[in-house]
């Protein structure tokens, strides 16, 4: 740029998938407005591949402290390299940094960084370390309150869609899974993901054996069960009463190449979890199981999206199972029983009419649409 120094923004988003995936309207409308400015985000490592090949940013920082909620490889372990980190962010001499995160810690990173602004959510008593505080609000989606900081600063908002960007390598690495897993390339492909980190929260597995064996029934549907490593066990629950045999992605792919497998399918079906939020990034329509957490800042994001709540007089809880309420008979929370098998498959049926499944082309960028 001639004659003027170049702004540098910062963005601080760090930790989860889904988090991350929700961040992306974000920086789309604040690259718009700021084509010419350097934007660094600040991101953790493993869950950065989600948005590999985003254009919106110049650089990706990756902050990975040792945390209980997330997975973490614990690289900024110590004070010494917590203060390393900082000073790291320091030296890059930013003019203004977003703060999209809500704890008190990162509102001082912020202000450690040396940036004469600094905007974000008035939360966790620190808004004495922001320049401009905006209200967050728990009855909005993450996605509009994260829009909500760029109009508060002054930013024009013209759009709120997801977006998802897959290489053609991973495209070919799908088409060798499937072809190798012995699927078609235009037979019909509905992913399954039924696990949680907690698994009092999910939607029994017996109920997603009576989804999948009736989607087969109806539509001749083949299922790809998505998962970690640690899901194995319940996947071979699964794997033995689904007809036929579904097709196996539980800890065998990465993030990368899940993503890849779930952009050829027609659906998915889902409890609350990050690849729910990667599937509507890739603009897969889906139908996503919520019990005890509120779907209302988390659900997924996007026009092809259902969402099974029943919204019951406690729910949103605090998700400390079974002290607070009473198990079913199956050892689940009333709340998630409520959804039947029959709700389920009337969901579907409204995304997946019967018509010609077609496989949907390869494309370097797959842009998701506005909701």
Known sequence: MTGKTQKRILVLRYRFIGDTILTIPFLRNLRRAEPDAHIAWVVAPGSSEAIKGVPYVDELIYWDPVTIHADSTGTHATLSSKIAFIRRLRGKRFDKVYVLKRSFSSGIMAWLTGARQRVGFA?????????????????RHEVQNFLEVLRADGVPVTDDYLEAWLTPEEQQFADGFFQAA?????????????FTANPPRAWHLDNFVDVANALHERYKARIILFGGARDREQAEYLRKRITPAPV???????LRQSMALLYRCKLLVCNDSGIMHL??????????VFGPQSPVKFGPWGGKCIVMY???????CKQRFFQECTPSPRGKPECIEAITVQKVLESIQTLMPLAAFSYKSALVSQAGESP
Do not use: K, W
């Open 279 to 288: 599937a509507a990034s890739l603009s897969v329509p889906l139908v996503a």
């Open 310 to 316: 029943e919204g019951f007089p406690c729910s949103p």
């Open 248 to 254: 196996m992605a539980v800890g065998v792919t990465s």
């Open 123 to 139: 939360t966790e008593g620190r808004g004495f370390l922001l320049t401009r505080g905006v209200p967050y609000q728990h009855d």
């Open 182 to 194: 012995g699927v078609a390339p235009n037979e019909l492909v509905i992913g399954f993901h039924p």
